[in-house]
């Protein structure tokens, strides 16, 4: 078969375009996660501060990242956080856990283990009694994503 | 179906202190992306809810998503007002409760 300039340009365009509209893989991405955020939140700003995130920033196993989250406040029965959301942006499924305290809890301050497909960033948001919300991100690299046997299906 | 549970609540404690609680419940948290030897899908399996209550009141209360790691733990303080009852309890998807409890003395 002989191939003339103009076949094989275009045929060399269309495998550009095929590329360029290959869907992309389907990792949940910063969309959903915002979507997620505004499900549970609405449109309400978010100023960043008062939360800290502890976490490894590299994470050797998705499969068991340790997380630390502290939030500055006073933690009396008028002055307390009412939940902590946390979302890992790239997580086939972002949201990971919402927290609640009561104003009995002494500290605003827990730990907990959880699941990264990948390296990502972590969000935490943390939302007061007098309805503020506050935020803080941290990104953790990761060596081996917790969900390998999905993405060996795909 | 009850799981296995590890907690940890300190036997006594000072009135006024803030003592350090942990709770770990054994429990797979499949979160459904992973597939057995045979290639078929292993469905979602987690604890949904986790809640520790002390004194007649809620300390801690988690709504669990299938990104929390296997066996979920929690780390969390509560403030020792009065001699009493720990109690700790998770709920499955199918609804079904674990519990567990440990009494602390405030001295």
Known sequence: MSLSRRKAVSSLGATLVAIALRPMRSFAGEVETLAAIRALFGEKPMQTGRVALQLPSLAESGNLVPLTITVDSPMTETDYVRRVCIFANRNPRPWIAAVTLGPKAAKAEFSTNMRLSGTQDVIAIAEMSDASLWTAQANVLVTVGACDSMLMRR | ?107
Not at chain 2, 78 to 98: C, H, I, N, P, Y
Request: glycine fraction near 4%.
């Open chain 2, 1 to 107: 179906m009850a799981f296995n549970t590890r907690i940890r609540v300190p036997a006594t404690a000072k009135a006024g202190e803030i003592v350090e609680i942990r709770a770990m419940i054994m429990h797979p948290m499949e979160n459904g992306f992973r597939v057995d030897t045979q290639g078929t899908a292993i469905p979602v399996d987690i604890i949904t809810d986790f809640v520790c209550s002390y004194d007649a009141a809620e300390i801690f209360r988690v709504r669990l998503e299938p990104g929390l790691a296997a066996n979920p733990y929690f780390s969390f303080f509560l403030k020792a007002t009065r001699s009493g009852v720990v109690e700790f309890a998770w709920t499955a998807q199918d609804e079904s409760v674990t519990t567990a409890s440990a009494p602390i003395e405030v001295t």
